[in-house]
Structure formats: C-alpha cells, structure tokens
C-alpha cells in the first residue's frame, strides 16, 4: 500500500492556473503509476491525467491542452498543472496510484487513494 497526500487545491478565477502535488509514501515509487481524479458535486469520478514511472501519460479529453501532468521520481511526487481553468473543472482532486506500467483511466483499477484537495473556479 502506499500513503498519497494531495495538495495545492483553492480558489481560482476562470482562466487562472493552480498545480496540485501528490506526495507518495509507505512502498517503491516507481513501481505505481500515479493518476488523478476529479469529483463534482452530483458527478461521477472522473479520469483527468495519470503518468507512469517513465513519464508516459495520458490526459483525459475534457482538460487536454489545458493541463499537463508530471511526476520527480526523486522526491515521490506527481504534479498536475492546472492552466486556462474553467467553471467546470470546479471539483475534488483525488490522487490514486496502482501498480505496473499502465495507465488506466477507470478509478476501480486504482488501490489506493488521498484524501482529496478541493478545487473551486469562480467565473
């Protein structure tokens, strides 16, 4: 199991930027691949972005272009880069981790899960 700690959440207007951090602990690193995932109010989880340990990443259609993702193996840390934000991305960020080397958008393929930061875009 490994411990996640997400952090860099709050209050942002439309079209500002925000970079959440999730900070890994508790087994090898490089042996997960690192995902986030987004929650709204009423919504179902949603894949965002999720990179492996040799930087190979996949971003969800609804934040391409507009977020990026990447991770320092050194310091146990993934990153999400959050820019041009919208209204809609407006959510509870989750970071999640799995092992191996492949990317999985389905939240039901990730064991283990932070407690989430909070994400509010005002327009």
């Known amino acids: 199991q490994v411990q996640l700690v997400e952090s860099g959440g709050g209050l942002v207007q439309a079209e500002g930027s925000l970079r959440l951090s999730c900070a890994a602990s508790g087994r090898r690193f490089t042996d997960y691949v690192i995902a986030w995932f987004r929650q709204a109010p009423g919504k179902e989880r949603e894949f965002v972005a999720g990179?492996?340990?040799?930087?190979?990443?996949t971003l969800g259609n609804s934040v391409k272009g507009r977020f990026t993702i990447a991770r320092d193996n050194a310091k146990n840390t993934v990153f999400l880069q959050m820019n041009g934000l919208k209204p809609e991305d407006t959510a509870v960020y989750y970071c999640?981790?799995?092992?191996?080397?492949?990317?999985?958008?389905?939240?039901?393929?990730?064991?283990?899960w932070g407690q989430g930061t909070l994400v509010t875009v005002s327009s």
């Open positions: 999640a981790a799995r092992r191996g080397t492949a990317v999985g958008i389905l939240s039901s393929s990730y064991n283990d």
């Open positions: 990179i492996n340990l040799s930087g190979t990443h």
